[in-house]
């Protein structure tokens, strides 16, 4: 039976505790661990039963116990404590009004899944959880910030597993009222809608709410009449359908986005799509600046592209999202008829390879196009992002491909274990979450008693086991299993045994079950080969994707194994995990196990919450451990080779795994004093927590894409769209006339005023001579680009050296020249290139143009002396 009417019911709080309410709908509580120890003192089984939602818990309890609670001294000094902290939390924020104090700026943030808090299920895995962390160190920071997202009714799956151990997937519907999300609503109170052209169509969005501390988190929601029960389920499941429901969710996430953002009134100085699913977002500003601002196509893209930032997160081809030519004429046609492209020209934004017209349309690839500022999320990743994408840049030798690097991090306070904190609090000062890797206050680390340290970690493992037995009991009875599965999951584990957690997506290139490579020898390692003192137990969580049959395959070959070698106390699988598992694991386990396919790991965070608790990594060189301090902190996986036979490579690391914890990590963690310290594994806990928690937070992460990314984007915006976009307007016209003439230009001759044998720091003269066409000495950089020479006869790097003009010879031709050295010995090789230049150009790679000269094609004389070239007066005017 359908309603007439709706109520909104909010729960009836006490005077007194009025500010229960605003505490649980701001996330902040989510990292204020006193905070959450409120709400757990509410009612704690509620609590629990409630998955830590506090608006759920407040809709649910008792209102007698509210009241009574009201009447406690205690509980309400305690309340009152949690609303003045988060009143100055909020009015506090200073670190971005330091660096930028008269901007008058807005970052918005586009990402397809969002990990706050285990109560807001939409999310599956890192992306999502390290976007949740941008948000909340944007608020640390006092970023003006917002995130821009979907809200999916049944989010991500829950986990379960049968009887045989084959994973099964549930999908709980969200109840967004009861969850700490708020609709956005007019001036009149009615719901606030956007909407979305669809082929036949329109789509309608409603806007809630998610308030991150400062930051507020922007969701849209098509689950609403009018729209078809189709159109409904847009935002029904993370990553759910088939291809055409992929690209209905993209184009709400992104044309979607950007309309919610003007609804809202917010005017973004920034668009960072945090991998390429928001991409669609370009199409729209586009559109935007066209009919809004009366730009031409050309100037409208410049100006979408001079504000858009791209992270990618993707390593491998095979994880960027594709659309073929048809579907993307379909749905996004219109747009090439407002831009006047043909078919062809609109593909092109997507393509690499433009004049391949069989190729897929690459979100990847249109994000690059669209950006100002390219990032991957490791250094490592940036390397290997710069060869996924080099075709972009033909001719350009890949170390210079404008794709950078900015580590991923995690927010400290979200991921350290509340004792843990406490510690750090007392030893480092309550700023420890948000200092760089160069204050002061980590020398104290050494400071920490090592026998208070190791307590705390003891009392963190002893934690995890009885969370892991409680949770494991509770997925058994849910499935109805057998009462002495039930009793026997109540004694899993061992408090007091080295544990080893691992804990992530089940891709298969993650390799969760390397471990299991040689069945007999990790059995004697999980037995210590009959020594009590030298047990190894392994804590195991994760999901995989639920059409991903090999990855489902990994999991039940785990547990099939335990149960066969009689181990299932010893190697325990956390069924469905999720941010609060995560936290347990990353706080109680020993040593945090991670053996991707390198170089297939873009970054890995979990390793970085783990090591902020003092855990020990144990880890293939891949991601953010490769640049890691990998001897102090914990152990590296071979020493970073990569294979072209998987099965050769998984044997050879399989056995270095085993190498490890056989003769450094079990040696190391039982090797203990006469007051049961291991000194040795304490110290490495020390070092990971003085190494590893500075440089791995979004803290410093987020700083940094401020100062190289939103800062410099934000700046260009308005240098382009002064004096009615004249600046913008210029560039495009430039960029019209640039392409017309680029490859009319001639390399005519270069004179080398040296002998072919050098020594080193022997300098010498080179002049070039240049037929400009119709390009003018202001259009160009030229450069000599010196590098080593390799076996295969190239240059695959080196530097450039910036030439100058000197003038015009009698017959027109352009003349530069330059002085130049070589600082290192053996085959060194020369060659010449053009780049363009403009003053409104952001980099001379933007254009994606560049000219070499070609030994076969340019007269290339060697001499001893250069004759100097009288200035002409095109030279002074230059």
Same mark, same amino acid.
């Given at each position: 039976? $359908? ?45 629990e ?44 924020r ?26 807001m ?23 003006p ?23 099964q997937? %549930? ?45 507020p ?13 189709? !159109? ?8 759910g359908?088939?291809?055409?429901? @992929? ?18 009134g ?19 500003r586009?559109r @935007?600046?066209?009919? $809004? ?10 100006m ?28 996004l ?17 997507g %393509?690499e ?9 690459s ?6 196009k ?6 991957g ?78 307590r ?13 037995r ?34 992530? $997506? ?25 020594? @009590? ?37 010893s190697?325990?699988?956390?069924p ?8 347990? #694991? ?10 991707p396919?390198?170089? %297939?790991?873009a ?23 490769? &640049? ?27 056995n ?43 803290? @410093? ?39 017309e ?32 066409g119709?390009?003018?000495?202001e !259009? ?13 006869? &190239?240059?695959?790097?080196g530097?450039?050296?910036? #030439? ?6 009698? !017959? ?10 070589y600082?290192?010995?053996g ?7 053009l ?6 150009l ?5 254009p %994606? ?30």
């Amino acid at each position: 039976m $359908r309603p007439i009417r709706t109520f909104n019911v909010t729960p009836a709080l006490p005077p007194r505790l009025a500010g229960l309410k605003k505490l649980a709908y701001n996330l902040q509580w989510d990292w204020d661990v006193d905070t959450i120890e409120l709400f757990r003192r509410l009612d704690p089984d509620l609590w629990e039963s409630s998955h830590y939602n506090p608006v759920l818990m407040l809709g649910m309890i008792n209102q007698q116990r509210l009241q009574a609670i009201a009447d406690d001294e205690g509980f309400v000094a305690q309340a009152d404590r949690a609303v003045q902290r988060l009143d100055d939390y909020l009015s506090e924020r200073t670190w971005h009004h330091r660096n930028r104090p008269q901007s008058d700026e807005c970052y918005a943030y586009f990402s397809m899944e969002f990990g706050l808090t285990s109560c807001m299920p939409v999310y599956s895995g890192g992306l999502g959880v390290l976007a949740g962390d941008h948000l909340k160190s944007a608020s640390d920071l006092g970023l003006p910030l917002v995130g821009v997202g979907l809200l999916y009714q049944e989010g991500y799956f829950a986990q379960y597993f049968n009887a045989d151990g084959w994973q099964q997937e %549930r999908y709980p519907v969200n109840d967004f009222y009861n969850m700490p999300l708020e609709l956005e609503r007019d001036d009149q109170g009615s719901e606030m809608r956007i909407a979305v052209e669809y082929p036949g169509r329109t789509v309608y969005a409603r806007i809630w709410r998610v308030q991150v501390g400062t930051v507020p988190l922007y969701l849209l929601d098509t689950n609403i009449e009018p729209n078809n029960q189709y !159109d409904q389920d847009i935002c029904d499941r993370l990553y759910g359908g088939d291809i055409d429901m @992929r690209i209905h969710q993209e184009i709400m996430l992104g044309i979607g986005g950007v309309r919610m953002l003007e609804a809202l009134g917010l005017k973004p100085t920034a668009y960072h799509m945090n991998e390429g699913h928001s991409a669609f977002l370009a199409l729209e500003r586009i559109r @935007r600046f066209m009919e $809004r601002d009366g730009l031409a196509y050309p100037e409208a893209l410049q100006m979408a592209a001079s504000s858009q930032i791209f992270t990618t997160h993707t390593p491998v081809p095979a994880g960027i999202d594709l659309f073929s030519s048809d579907k993307i004429l379909y749905y996004l046609g219109r747009y090439a008829r407002k831009f006047g492209l043909s078919d062809d020209e609109f593909l092109a934004l997507g %393509r690499e390879d433009t004049g391949d017209l069989s190729t897929p349309f690459s979100m990847a690839v249109l994000a690059i196009k669209t950006a100002s500022f390219v990032n991957g999320v490791s250094q490592l990743h940036g390397a290997v992002s710069r060869e996924m994408f080099g075709g972009l840049w033909q001719d350009l030798p890949q170390a210079e491909v404008p794709i950078t690097a900015i580590t991923n991090g995690v927010h400290a306070r979200s991921c350290v274990a509340k004792s843990t904190q406490e510690l750090y609090d007392r030893y480092l000062g309550p700023n420890w979450s948000q200092a760089g890797a160069k204050d002061d206050l980590w020398e104290r680390v050494q400071s920490i008693p090592d026998e208070e340290l190791w307590r705390n970690h003891e009392l963190c493992r002893s934690q995890l086991v009885k969370y892991a037995r409680s949770h494991l009991q509770k997925s058994l009875l849910e499935r109805d299993a057998a009462p002495t599965e039930v009793a026997k999951a109540a004694e899993i584990l061992d408090p007091a045994v080295l544990t080893i957690g691992f804990a992530r $997506r089940f891709a298969t290139y993650k390799r969760a079950t390397l471990f299991l490579h040689d069945l007999d020898r990790i059995r004697k390692i999980i037995t210590g080969d009959g020594q @009590r003192r030298q047990r190894v137990q392994f804590v195991i969580a994760g999901k995989a994707h639920p059409k991903d049959i090999p990855g489902k395959e990994l999991i039940r070959s785990i547990i099939h194994f335990t149960r066969d070698k009689g181990l299932d106390s010893s190697i325990v699988f956390v069924p469905n995990y999720d941010i609060h598992i995560a936290r347990a #694991m990353v706080a109680g386990a020993d040593i945090w196990l991670n053996n991707p396919r390198r170089p %297939r790991e873009a970054s890995g965070t979990s390793g970085m919450k783990a090591a902020m608790n003092g855990l020990l990594n144990l880890s293939v060189l891949d991601g953010w451990w490769d &640049e890691a301090d990998y001897v102090r902190t914990g152990w590296a996986i071979g020493s970073g080779e990569e294979y072209d036979d998987p099965d050769y490579q998984d044997e050879v690391e399989a056995n270095a795994l085993y190498e490890l914890i056989e003769k450094e990590v079990v040696p190391l963690f039982y090797d203990r004093d006469e007051n049961d310290i291991p000194r040795g594994w304490v110290a490495k806990m020390k070092d990971a927590i003085y190494l590893n928690t500075p440089r791995f937070n979004t803290s @410093r992460m987020v700083k940094e894409y401020a100062r190289r990314a939103y800062f410099m984007v934000s700046d260009r915006l308005h240098q382009l769209r002064a004096d009615q976009y004249a600046p913008a307007k210029e560039l495009a016209a430039w960029h019209t006339h640039l392409s017309e003439h680029w490859y009319d230009m001639k390399i005519k001759a270069i004179d080398i005023a040296a002998p072919s044998a050098l020594q080193v720091n022997e300098t010498f003269n080179v002049q070039a001579k240049i037929a400009l066409g119709q390009l003018s000495p202001e !259009d160009l950089l030229v450069e000599l680009y010196q590098g080593t020479v390799q076996v295969d006869g &190239e240059m695959h790097t080196g530097i450039s050296i910036a #030439m100058d003009y000197q003038g015009q010879d009698a !017959d027109g031709n352009s003349l530069y020249a330059a002085e130049m050295q070589y600082v290192t010995s053996g085959l060194q090789g020369l060659s010449l290139r053009l780049l363009p230049r403009h003053r409104y150009l952001h980099s001379s790679l933007e254009p %994606r143009l560049i000219l070499w000269a070609n030994p076969e094609a340019v007269a290339i004389n060697m001499t001893s002396s250069i004759p100097d070239v009288p200035p002409t007066p095109a030279a002074s005017q230059a």
